[in-house]
């Protein structure tokens, strides 16, 4: 339910405690995995023109650790930060993310799927973020429709960025 | 921490998969209630009770017809959902614009070290 396609990014909810993005790229995917995990590359795109880039940080090895912020446009400051759980260059890569703007950030983190998928030339990516229990998920979206609202868009990052 | 009631909002409403079954039941047009009972394989007051939830956010209306009372889904209600959605979706749209310009470069990149090899 509640699926949306505007633009050329797919956003659905497969399940209560589910996001699944999807999207294709005009790139082989050694490119994509290449864009995705070098520090440098990501602060070109990461900020999604909707702020600055202040720290990207990847450690990409079992166990190594992320964090990304970024010094959005009439937000302020948002933080995130995971740890990688599995990787299998070019093909898949699972970490967690934790949203450093509520509080037991590392406790609710999502754990995000990341799979890259070849299609010909192409690469077919999607990003599953699973949120740990519908309770985690509930706490920020189900505490009433404004504050529950505002919540949700303070965990999924940018949106209320997106908003402005 | 403190949890809010159940009924509190549209998030909550849909929640549930079983009162999303029924809004996607209702998407295909009105019903009575014997319809969801049926179609959904639950006793009635079960259904009556997601009906009661997701009447309490808008989500669904109800209009007498003779005996019976027929139930609509009224998707204005689940706009904040949707804005949810489509705001997230329009951030990741931008993340993958610029994404794209960099895979652009890296792709000529490649293929100029390539020609030159």
């Not at chain 2, 209009?63 to 329009?90: F, M, T």
Request: aromatic fraction near 6%; hydrophobic fraction near 40%.
């Amino acid at each position: 339910m509640a699926a949306v396609s505007s633009g050329t990014a797919r956003v659905t909810l497969p399940t209560d405690e589910q996001i699944l993005i999807t999207r294709e790229f005009d790139a082989p995917r050694h490119l994509v995995w290449k864009a995705w995990t070098t520090p440098e590359l990501v602060r070109r795109w990461w900020h999604a023109n909707r702020g600055e880039m202040t720290i990207c940080e990847i450690d990409l090895r079992v166990g190594g650790t992320w964090r990304y912020v970024m010094v959005a446009d009439g937000f302020g400051e948002v933080g995130f930060h995971g740890e990688y759980r599995e990787i299998v260059s070019n093909e898949r890569l699972v970490s967690t993310e934790a949203y450093e703007g509520i509080p037991d950030a590392d406790e609710h983190a999502a754990v995000d799927i990341l799979t890259l998928e070849e299609v010909g030339e192409r690469t077919r990516m999607s990003i599953l973020v699973e949120h740990p229990t519908k309770e985690g998920r509930d706490m920020h979206i189900n505490s009433g429709m404004e504050d529950g609202l505002q919540d949700a868009l303070d965990l999924l990052e940018g949106v209320a960025v997106s908003l402005r | 921490m403190a949890r809010a009631a159940t009924t509190a909002d549209a998030f909550n409403a849909v929640a549930e998969p079983r009162r999303r079954q029924i809004l996607d039941v209702l998407a295909g047009g009105e019903h009575p209630v014997n319809d969801l009972v049926v179609r959904l394989g639950l006793a009635q007051p079960q259904v009556s009770k997601h009906l009661r939830v997701l009447r309490e956010v808008g989500a669904v209306e109800v209009r007498g017809v003779g005996r019976q009372r027929l139930y609509r889904l009224n998707g204005e209600a689940l706009k904040p959902i949707h804005d949810w959605v489509s705001g997230y979706e329009r951030m990741w749209s931008g993340r993958f614009d610029e994404l794209d310009v960099v895979l652009e470069e890296l792709k000529e990149k490649e293929a100029e070290d390539g020609s030159s090899e």
